[in-house]
């Protein structure tokens, strides 16, 4: 009879042991994001949203429980062993409580937890959170002497990887994980990363007349541009086409460039974009004048340049297209325009060209950056890997306009530069 009743505990024990095993995977497995949502679904809902709250607790009570059953089981086998088999008990109990307890203890509940992950984890959350209420008094003791963690429970880093897998899985399209990248970047990215810097931007001068200041405005195409006072260096404000329009239309001959320019809004280069555009929107204004270290005027930072880090380029009417500022002019040769992005020629031609995007963006600063010093008309930069010689063709003072791109071992089609 009391082989018998060992044998019925034994197998109590072995569920126990197959309920903290399947416990502990479905538990610690289980995203807080997951239970968040199940906490709002009834009370097992809300009591494993307490228990992933202190995982610290539940894992000791897991622990706890698990040792208890396999070590009662163990010693329940081997005095069972021993009264049928005598002399040999031992070592049959030891086989056949070890084969049980990987199989029906460890094994088949853990595979079945992580396959059932979130219905596991619903079933044991309450018998874990009243066990845990038992050791309370142990908990009490050990939160007084265990060190405090701070530290984030979900890392970017994490984030990153689960974004990854769920694009492998197909849970998430190329362009979502694009859109969630630059948001992770975004509050990382600075100012003077997506400034139009200085030699690019179209500047006018506050002494010009409304004539001279519509001209400027149809050559360059842009609705806004800063004004500067003596000097490029030295801005004061920015004029607004419309606001300039208004007064010229209305044959305003008392209007002036500096009686129509907005106050204007400077920054430095390390100001992180989304701490700026929050700023932008407070202060209803579209561009902002970046500052270098020395208060000197180091680019312009636009309302769309920022949305543009979250969803890629935006074109409007004046925007060029860069790929038809790629012109092919012979077997291997390509006249560039200078404001054509390093990322696109290497994208189009299959090629590596240096980028840098903390320094540069454009074919031009590449050559600015290869050189170190102001190029000269027809000055040639040849770059090591793919045989790519870049000759300075057109220049305006000290800014680059078209470069010249000659491949040693041309192999391309021209619709390919057409993107047809």
Same mark, same amino acid.
């Given at each position: 009879?009391?082989?018998?009743?060992?044998?019925?505990?034994?197998?109590?024990?072995?569920?126990?042991?197959?309920?903290?095993?399947?416990?502990?995977?479905?538990?610690v497995g289980i995203s807080r994001a997951k239970v968040h949502t199940l906490s709002e679904t009834g009370s097992r809902g809300r009591r494993l949203d307490k228990l992933k709250n202190n995982p610290d607790h539940f894992l000791i009570t897991i622990l706890i429980g698990n040792n208890i059953a396999n070590v009662g089981?163990?010693? #329940?086998?081997?005095?069972?062993?021993?009264?049928?088999?005598?002399?040999? +008990?031992?070592?049959?109990?030891?086989?056949?409580?070890?084969?049980?307890?990987?199989?029906?203890? @460890?094994?088949?509940?853990?595979?079945?937890?992580?396959?059932?992950?979130?219905?596991?984890?619903?079933?044991?959350?309450?018998?874990?959170?009243?066990?845990?209420?038992?050791?309370?008094? %142990?908990?009490?003791?050990?939160?007084?002497?265990?060190?405090?963690?701070?530290?984030?429970?979900?890392?970017?880093?994490?984030?990153?990887?689960? !974004? $990854?897998?769920?694009?492998?899985? +197909?849970?998430?399209?190329?362009?979502?994980?694009?859109?969630?990248?630059?948001?992770?970047?975004?509050?990382?990215?600075?100012?003077?990363?997506?400034?139009?810097?200085?030699?690019?931007?179209?500047?006018?001068?506050?002494?010009?007349? %409304?004539?001279?200041?519509?001209?400027?405005?149809?050559?360059?195409?842009?609705?806004?541009?800063?004004?500067?006072?003596?000097?490029?260096?030295? !801005?004061?404000?920015?004029?607004?086409?419309?606001?300039?329009?208004?007064?010229y239309s209305t044959d305003n001959r008392k209007a002036s460039v500096k009686s129509l320019m907005l106050d204007v809004y400077c920054v430095p280069e390390s100001k992180k974009i989304d701490v700026l555009l929050r700023e932008l929107q407070v202060r209803r204004v579209h561009m902002a004048i970046v500052l270098d270290?020395?208060? +000197?005027?180091?680019?312009?930072?636009?309302?769309? $340049?920022?949305?543009?880090?979250?969803?890629?380029?935006?074109?409007?009417?004046?925007?060029?297209? @860069?790929?038809?500022? !790629?012109?092919?002019? +012979?077997?291997? %040769?390509?006249?560039?325009?200078?404001?054509?992005?390093?990322?696109?020629?290497?994208?189009?031609?299959?090629?590596?060209?240096?980028?840098?995007?903390?320094?540069?963006?454009?074919?031009?600063?590449?050559?600015?950056?290869? #050189?170190?010093?102001?190029?000269?008309?027809? @000055?040639?930069?040849?770059?090591?890997? $793919?045989? !790519?010689?870049?000759?300075?063709?057109?220049?305006?003072?000290?800014?680059?306009?078209?470069?010249?791109?000659?491949?040693?071992?041309?192999?391309?089609?021209?619709?390919?530069?057409?993107?047809?």
């Amino acid at each position: 009879m009391v082989v018998y009743t060992n044998i019925i505990i034994f197998l109590i024990l072995l569920i126990c042991s197959a309920f903290f095993s399947a416990s502990e995977v479905a538990l610690v497995g289980i995203s807080r994001a997951k239970v968040h949502t199940l906490s709002e679904t009834g009370s097992r809902g809300r009591r494993l949203d307490k228990l992933k709250n202190n995982p610290d607790h539940f894992l000791i009570t897991i622990l706890i429980g698990n040792n208890i059953a396999n070590v009662g089981a163990a010693s #329940l086998a081997t005095a069972v062993a021993l009264e049928l088999f005598q002399n040999n +008990g031992v070592a049959i109990a030891t086989g056949v409580v070890t084969l049980l307890l990987l199989i029906f203890g @460890e094994i088949g509940p853990k595979t079945y937890a992580n396959r059932q992950m979130e219905r596991v984890a619903l079933f044991v959350a309450t018998p874990i959170y009243f066990l845990t209420m038992l050791l309370s008094p %142990l908990f009490y003791v050990y939160d007084r002497f265990r060190k405090k963690d701070h530290s984030p429970s979900v890392t970017e880093e994490e984030i990153r990887e689960w !974004i $990854d897998v769920g694009e492998m899985e +197909g849970a998430i399209e190329e362009e979502e994980k694009e859109m969630i990248y630059s948001v992770l970047k975004f509050n990382d990215t600075t100012a003077k990363e997506i400034m139009t810097p200085r030699p690019d931007v179209a500047v006018v001068e506050d002494t010009v007349t %409304l004539e001279e200041a519509v001209s400027h405005f149809r050559e360059t195409g842009f609705s806004r541009v800063p004004v500067y006072h003596d000097k490029t260096d030295n !801005i004061v404000g920015t004029l607004n086409f419309k606001d300039l329009f208004n007064a010229y239309s209305t044959d305003n001959r008392k209007a002036s460039v500096k009686s129509l320019m907005l106050d204007v809004y400077c920054v430095p280069e390390s100001k992180k974009i989304d701490v700026l555009l929050r700023e932008l929107q407070v202060r209803r204004v579209h561009m902002a004048i970046v500052l270098d270290e020395f208060g +000197g005027f180091s680019g312009v930072v636009t309302f769309e $340049d920022i949305l543009e880090e979250l969803v890629g380029d935006i074109m409007d009417e004046s925007d060029g297209d @860069e790929v038809s500022d !790629i012109i092919p002019i +012979g077997d291997g %040769l390509y006249m560039i325009d200078a404001q054509v992005r390093v990322a696109l020629l290497n994208e189009r031609f299959d090629i590596s060209l240096p980028e840098d995007p903390g320094n540069y963006e454009t074919i031009g600063g590449l050559v600015f950056s290869q #050189l170190g010093h102001i190029p000269r008309l027809g @000055e040639s930069i040849p770059l090591p890997g $793919d045989h !790519i010689t870049l000759v300075v063709t057109k220049m305006r003072g000290r800014q680059i306009l078209k470069v010249k791109m000659i491949l040693a071992a041309p192999e391309y089609d021209d619709q390919d530069i057409s993107g047809e």
